[in-house]
């Protein structure tokens, strides 16, 4: 399959999305607006109202309430399908029994309104309990299908990355082609500015590509014949002539694609504690509705009928799952709210559920746990040399590069501006490419660049090649420096770790996580960030592919694991790890590819969410176990046990009235979630 069927399939995926998303929306604002309406009927305020006779009353409350039980919680019947069908009871079991209870009751009232008044029961209805219930729990349905319809926006920001024409050379000629149509083989010439096509290897010609998009590496890398090229990548100073060796579906941005694709379609959906529950309590709320209705219709007092009717309804109305509905949704709001509020975004429940569990966390590097650009972090002057201090060679280095593109140009720049020095605009510059530049500043000749340049000049660098090889182990990028052919010094670059990073991790592993980097950058610098930031398992020189691969072992020997990344090429991993955490200041595709968002870029947020996750669960635990006693003390009660000792039976009315007090409690321990500390 193509790229482009591929992407067609995505789209119609998207619009029968959309559509559902569409049809909740409509259901939504329907019931709520019906179940406002049913509701102040119900308690009878509105004016004018309460003048007309108590069937009437009731008839126009039934009219209301059918759209919404009929239509509206029309999805939730599925439930009672599978307990005839699968003998498997859920939520929306719950959901239909207790509402079409609370329902057929209300209309059994409501049309044989004289009979219950002849038989001495008060006659009273619940429509307005079946409406809520149905409008609250379906709220939860509509965010949650939200949430679930974003997962396919990484693979179209992904396409969307894509180059779409490519200039070959046929028979001699240069043409402009279709990115689908190149072919391996294909010689491929690739000028400044523009993106490499597709994947591999230069035959002619040299340049600095940055190939963050692949890498997620801030400081391009100088290509030379011989070197290979990743598809989608920049090509950023010099003129590229190379061969493909991979196209279609088996370039690099191709195989990302698939490996985010696997990894979203692979996750198993977390199962809620409250269906776990809700598989036997269902059943046995059924059971013991049914048994009551037995026993007060068989030994129950005159009318018995009426007294094993009520009784059964009662049972039913006081199991519904009001406060059991409740319990997740309304504290999945609170805590996500809270997050929001704090510039943490989580797409749904199973992510905080999730999180809550998770004991391993792995950062990427560059933009992550490090600021993402470089700068310059030591300065070396060579004794004996023209210059004499730091500051002459920064503003050497610095005004030969004053109009530079290249990040590391820009870096030493941006430090002698910050240094408060005044540069002079070059007398001549050229970029040489793949190892640096030539220039002319105060009539002096400047060379700034690698090891290569140096040698093919002939200056005599002496000790600075050691004192080179020193910083590279530190993890720093060295670049020389020569005036009139003699060598000046050394300035060394490195990506600056972020100013709160190394106190997250300290407080990461204080909650008993462990704590690993992940990186494309090789063995010495990330072995120096790891060392500078705390973290004591570093994985280096991993392509993206490899980081997926590295979190799926890590799967495998039974840990839950966090990606916090920022970059495309961390977004196979984000998709593969159970939570993915994304820095906000990184890329859409990122962003899409994992759970969390962190929408300030701060690592503090890595840290707060996980404590707000175990709040959150901690809290939905206590709800469910309240929805839960409420049930287990007050339904035997609803069942009549207390009748031969004390002639006590419970009322649909109080009923209605205990499950709405269970609400408030499940409610209002759920707003605790706004004041528990994150730190």
Same mark, same amino acid.
């Given at each position: 399959?193509?790229?482009?069927?591929?992407?067609?399939?995505?789209?119609?995926?998207?619009? *029968?999305?959309?559509?559902?998303?569409?049809?909740?929306?409509?259901?939504?604002?329907?019931?709520?607006?019906?179940?406002?309406?049913?509701?102040?009927?119900?308690?009878?305020?509105?004016?004018?109202?309460?003048?007309?006779?108590?069937?009437?009353?009731?008839?126009?409350?039934?009219?209301?309430?059918?759209?919404?039980?009929?239509?509206?919680?029309?999805?939730?019947?599925?439930?009672?399908?599978?307990?005839?069908?699968?003998?498997?009871?859920? !939520?929306?079991?719950?959901?239909?029994?207790? /509402?079409? =209870?609370?329902?057929?009751?209300?209309?059994?009232?409501?049309?044989?309104?004289?009979?219950?008044?002849?038989?001495?029961?008060?006659?009273?209805?619940?429509?307005?309990?079946?409406?809520?219930?149905?409008?609250?729990?379906?709220?939860?349905?509509?965010?949650?299908? $939200?949430?679930?319809?974003?997962?396919?926006?990484?693979?179209?920001?992904?396409?969307?990355?894509?180059?779409?024409?490519?200039?070959?050379?046929?028979?001699?000629?240069?043409?402009?082609?279709?990115? #689908?149509?190149?072919?391996?083989?294909?010689?491929?010439?690739?000028?400044?500015?523009?993106?490499?096509?597709?994947?591999?290897?230069?035959?002619?010609?040299?340049?600095?590509?940055?190939?963050?998009?692949?890498?997620?590496?801030?400081? &391009?890398?100088?290509?030379?014949?011989?070197?290979?090229?990743?598809?989608? /990548?920049?090509?950023?100073?010099?003129?590229?002539?190379?061969?493909?060796? $991979?196209?279609?579906?088996?370039?690099? %941005?191709?195989?990302?694609?698939?490996?985010?694709?696997?990894?979203? /379609?692979?996750?198993?959906?977390?199962?809620?504690?409250?269906?776990?529950?809700?598989?036997?309590?269902?059943?046995?709320?059924?059971?013991?509705?049914?048994?009551?209705?037995?026993?007060?219709?068989?030994?129950?007092?005159?009318? =018995?009928?009426?007294?094993?009717?009520? @009784?059964?309804?009662?049972?039913?109305?006081?199991?519904?799952?009001?406060?059991?509905?409740?319990? /997740?949704?309304?504290?999945?709001?609170?805590?996500?709210?809270?997050?929001?509020?704090?510039?943490?975004?989580?797409?749904?429940?199973?992510?905080?559920?999730?999180?809550?569990?998770?004991?391993?966390?792995?950062?990427?590097?560059?933009?992550?746990?490090? $600021?993402?650009?470089?700068?310059?972090?030591?300065?070396?002057?060579?004794?004996?040399?023209?210059?004499?201090?730091?500051?002459?060679?920064?503003?050497?280095?610095?005004?030969?590069?004053?109009?530079?593109?290249?990040?590391?140009?820009? *870096?030493?720049?941006?430090?002698?501006?910050?240094?408060?020095?005044?540069?002079?605009?070059?007398?001549?510059?050229?970029?040489?490419?793949?190892?640096?530049?030539?220039?002319?500043?105060?009539?002096?000749?400047?060379?700034?660049?690698?090891?290569?340049? !140096? !040698?093919? @000049?002939?200056?005599?660098?002496?000790?600075?090649?050691? *004192?080179?090889?020193?910083?590279?182990?530190?993890?720093?990028?060295?670049?020389?420096?020569?005036?009139?052919?003699?060598?000046?010094?050394?300035?060394?670059?490195?990506?600056?770790?972020?100013?709160?990073?190394? #106190?997250?991790?300290?407080? %990461?592993?204080?909650?008993?996580?462990?704590?690993?980097? %992940?990186?494309?950058?090789?063995?010495?610098?990330?072995?120096?960030?790891?060392?500078?930031?705390?973290?004591?398992?570093?994985?280096?020189?991993?392509?993206?592919?490899?980081?997926?691969?590295?979190?799926?072992?890590?799967?495998?020997?039974?840990?839950?694991?966090? !990606?916090?990344?920022?970059?495309?090429?961390?977004? &196979?991993?984000? *998709?593969?790890?159970?939570?993915?955490?994304?820095?906000?200041?990184?890329?859409?595709?990122?962003?899409?590819?994992?759970?969390?968002?962190?929408?300030?870029?701060? %690592?503090?947020?890595?840290?707060?969410?996980?404590?707000?996750?175990?709040?959150?669960?901690?809290?939905?635990?206590? @709800?469910?176990?309240?929805?839960?006693?409420?049930?287990?003390?007050?339904?035997?009660?609803?069942?009549?046990?207390?009748?031969?000792?004390?002639?006590?039976?419970?009322?649909?009315?109080?009923?209605?009235?205990?499950?709405?007090?269970?609400?408030? =409690?499940?409610? =209002? @321990?759920?707003?605790?979630?706004?004041?528990?500390?994150?730190?």
């Amino acid at each position: 399959m193509n790229q482009k069927n591929k992407l067609t399939l995505e789209e119609k995926k998207e619009l *029968a999305e959309k559509k559902n998303q569409k049809k909740l929306l409509q259901k939504l604002l329907a019931g709520a607006v019906l179940a406002v309406f049913i509701m102040l009927f119900s308690i009878n305020i509105i004016p004018g109202f309460s003048s007309l006779s108590i069937k009437i009353r009731y008839i126009i409350i039934f009219i209301l309430a059918c759209p919404v039980q009929i239509w509206v919680g029309s999805q939730f019947y599925g439930g009672l399908v599978s307990v005839f069908r699968y003998r498997a009871a859920d !939520m929306n079991t719950l959901v239909a029994v207790g /509402t079409l =209870s609370a329902f057929i009751y209300s209309t059994a009232v409501t049309f044989f309104l004289d009979y219950f008044i002849s038989i001495g029961i008060e006659p009273h209805v619940y429509f307005d309990t079946a409406a809520i219930i149905i409008v609250l729990i379906l709220l939860g349905r509509f965010f949650e299908a $939200r949430s679930k319809s974003s997962a396919s926006s990484a693979i179209k920001k992904l396409l969307k990355l894509r180059a779409l024409k490519a200039t070959v050379i046929r028979d001699g000629r240069e043409e402009e082609i279709d990115i #689908d149509d190149v072919v391996v083989g294909d010689m491929i010439l690739v000028k400044p500015g523009e993106k490499i096509p597709v994947d591999g290897v230069i035959i002619e010609g040299g340049s600095a590509v940055n190939e963050s998009m692949a890498t997620g590496e801030s400081i &391009p890398v100088d290509k030379k014949p011989g070197d290979e090229v990743i598809g989608s /990548t920049i090509n950023l100073t010099g003129f590229l002539k190379f061969r493909a060796t $991979r196209v279609g579906k088996d370039t690099f %941005l191709s195989q990302i694609i698939r490996l985010v694709e696997e990894a979203q /379609t692979s996750k198993a959906p977390i199962q809620r504690l409250a269906d776990k529950v809700a598989s036997y309590f269902v059943p046995i709320v059924i059971l013991i509705a049914v048994i009551t209705f037995t026993v007060w219709f068989i030994w129950g007092p005159k009318p =018995s009928i009426t007294f094993a009717l009520v @009784n059964f309804v009662s049972v039913l109305i006081i199991a519904c799952p009001c406060a059991l509905g409740l319990a /997740t949704p309304t504290a999945i709001l609170v805590g996500t709210g809270r997050g929001a509020e704090n510039g943490i975004l989580i797409k749904d429940a199973s992510s905080l559920e999730i999180a809550r569990r998770l004991d391993t966390i792995i950062f990427d590097k560059t933009g992550t746990i490090t $600021r993402g650009e470089p700068e310059v972090r030591e300065i070396i002057v060579k004794k004996g040399s023209l210059i004499n201090t730091s500051e002459q060679l920064l503003y050497i280095a610095a005004s030969s590069e004053l109009y530079s593109e290249h990040p590391l140009g820009k *870096a030493i720049v941006k430090k002698a501006k910050d240094s408060g020095l005044k540069l002079k605009e070059p007398q001549e510059f050229i970029s040489i490419a793949g190892k640096g530049i030539r220039a002319k500043v105060d009539d002096r000749e400047i060379l700034k660049g690698n090891l290569k340049l !140096m !040698m093919e @000049n002939k200056v005599p660098l002496g000790n600075l090649v050691e *004192a080179a090889q020193k910083l590279s182990e530190r993890g720093l990028t060295p670049v020389f420096v020569s005036v009139d052919n003699k060598p000046a010094g050394i300035i060394a670059f490195a990506d600056a770790l972020k100013n709160n990073a190394k #106190d997250v991790v300290l407080r %990461l592993k204080k909650l008993g996580l462990e704590v690993a980097m %992940l990186t494309g950058d090789n063995r010495n610098t990330a072995y120096a960030v790891g060392e500078e930031a705390g973290i004591d398992r570093v994985i280096s020189e991993v392509l993206p592919e490899q980081k997926a691969e590295e979190v799926k072992k890590l799967q495998r020997e039974g840990k839950i694991v966090a !990606m916090v990344g920022d970059g495309i090429n961390d977004a &196979p991993a984000l *998709a593969q790890s159970d939570i993915g955490i994304a820095i906000g200041t990184g890329t859409d595709v990122a962003m899409e590819s994992s759970q969390i968002t962190l929408i300030k870029g701060d %690592l503090y947020g890595v840290l707060k969410a996980i404590i707000l996750s175990r709040n959150t669960v901690r809290i939905i635990r206590q @709800n469910l176990f309240w929805a839960f006693f409420y049930n287990i003390i007050l339904i035997p009660v609803a069942a009549g046990v207390l009748y031969p000792f004390f002639g006590v039976l419970v009322s649909p009315i109080f009923a209605a009235a205990a499950m709405a007090f269970s609400s408030i =409690s499940v409610v =209002s @321990n759920s707003l605790r979630l706004r004041i528990l500390s994150l730190k």
